[in-house]
C-alpha cells in the first residue's frame, strides 16, 4: 500500500473505531445499574478494545453504496457485539481455556464462568434489539437483516465452526475440515459484515454477490493470519495469548508459514477482484483487505 492509501485507511479505522466504540458505549447500562457486576462484565466484554474490523467492513460498505450512516453505525455495533459475544465464550475453560483478551484478563477470569456466560447471552441479546432500533431500515431489509445475522451465528455459521474446531482438537485434520471450520467460524461473521452493510444501503443482488465473494475470501485470510500471529505473534502487541492452538491443525501446520502466507496473498487477491466491479469506489474494502495481509495484531 502507498503511504497515502495506508493514512487514508489509518484515519478511516480509527474514525470508525471511535463511533462504534462511543455508540456502544452510549447502548449500554451504565456502571451501577443492578445487578451491577452484569453490566460491569457487558461493559467488559464490548469496550475493551479490539480492532472493530467486522464494524469497519460494514461501516465501509455502506459508506461505497452511499447508505443511510445512523443505520450503518446500529448494525456495525450490533455485529461487533456478536463478536465479542463469541470472543467471551471461546475464551472459556472449556473452549480454548485462555487468559487474556484484548491486553486484559479473559472476561471469566475476572468474573466468573457464570457471570461471563450470562454476559455473552445478553451481548447477544443486545445485538438483536439494535437491529430492532436501527433508523432508516425498511422493514423487509431489517427482517433479512435479522435472519442473515441469525444464520452467520447459528450450527451453519459461528457457532457450527466452534462445534467443528472443538471437535477436531486433538487430531489431525485435512484441508477441507479445516476450511470448514474457519469459513464458519471467522467467515459467518464478515461475511454477514458487509451483508448487513450492503442491506441498509438497498444494494442490489449482484452487489451483495460481489461482496460475499469479497468477505469469503478476506474471512479465511483473516483466519490464516491469526494462525500466523498464534504461532509466531507478540502477545504484548496481540493482546491475547501465543500458542493456544499448540493441539489443533491450523494452516501453518497444515502449509508452513511460507505456504501460509502465500494462500494469505492468493485470498486477499481474490477479496479484491471480487469488488472490482464497483471500481474506484472499492477502494477502502481493497485497502482493508491489503490491510489484513500484513497484520501483525
Ligand atoms: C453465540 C456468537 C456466538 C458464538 C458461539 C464461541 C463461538 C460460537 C464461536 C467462536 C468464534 C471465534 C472466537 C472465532 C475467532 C475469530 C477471530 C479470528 C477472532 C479474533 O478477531 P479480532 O482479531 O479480535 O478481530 P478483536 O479483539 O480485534 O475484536
Not at 116 to 127: P, R, S
Request: overall charge negative; charged content about 25%; aromatic content about 4%.
Amino acid at each position: 500500500m502507498t503511504s497515502r492509501v495506508e493514512r487514508e485507511l489509518t484515519d478511516f479505522l480509527s474514525q470508525a473505531r471511535g463511533r462504534i466504540d462511543d455508540a456502544l458505549d452510549r447502548g449500554l447500562s451504565p456502571l451501577g445499574t443492578p445487578p451491577p457486576i452484569l453490566h460491569e462484565a457487558l461493559r467488559a466484554a464490548a469496550l475493551a478494545g479490539g480492532k472493530r474490523v467486522r464494524g469497519a467492513l460494514l461501516l465501509a460498505t455502506a459508506e461505497m453504496l452511499r447508505g443511510d450512516d445512523d443505520a450503518a453505525l446500529e448494525l456495525a455495533c450490533a455485529v461487533e457485539m456478536v463478536h465479542s459475544c463469541s470472543l467471551v465464550l471461546d475464551d472459556l475453560p472449556s473452549m480454548d481455556d485462555a487468559t487474556m483478551r484484548r491486553g486484559k484478563p479473559a472476561l471469566h477470569r475476572v468474573f466468573g464462568e457464570a457471570i461471563a456466560i450470562l454476559a455473552a447471552i445478553a451481548l447477544l441479546n443486545a445485538a438483536y434489539e439494535r437491529v430492532w432500533r436501527a433508523p432508516g431500515v425498511r422493514d423487509r431489509d431489517r427482517r433479512t437483516i435479522a435472519l442473515r445475522l441469525a444464520e452467520a451465528i447459528g450450527g451453519s455459521g459461528l457457532i457450527g465452526g466452534q462445534v467443528g474446531d472443538l471437535s477436531g482438537t486433538g487430531r489431525s485434520l485435512d484441508l477441507s475440515e479445516l476450511e470448514y471450520i474457519h469459513s464458519h467460524k471467522t467467515g459467518a461473521l464478515f461475511i454477514a459484515s458487509v451483508e448487513l452493510g450492503a442491506l441498509s444501503a438497498r444494494a442490489k443482488p449482484r452487489e451483495i454477490e460481489a461482496l460475499n465473494r469479497y468477505a469469503k475470501n478476506l474471512g479465511l485470510a483473516f483466519q490464516i493470519t491469526d494462525d500466523l500471529l498464534d504461532y509466531s505473534g507478540n502477545p504484548d502487541v496481540t493482546g491475547k495469548d501465543a500458542g493456544l492452538d499448540r493441539d489443533k491443525t491450523t494452516f501453518v501446520t497444515l502449509s508452513g508459514i511460507a505456504g501460509a502466507q502465500h494462500l494469505v496473498d492468493e485470498l486477499i487477491d481474490a477479496a479484491s477482484t471480487a469488488v472490482a466491479p464497483f471500481g474506484r469506489r472499492a477502494k477502502r474494502l481493497v485497502a482493508l483487505a491489503e490491510m489484513v495481509r500484513g497484520r501483525d495484531r
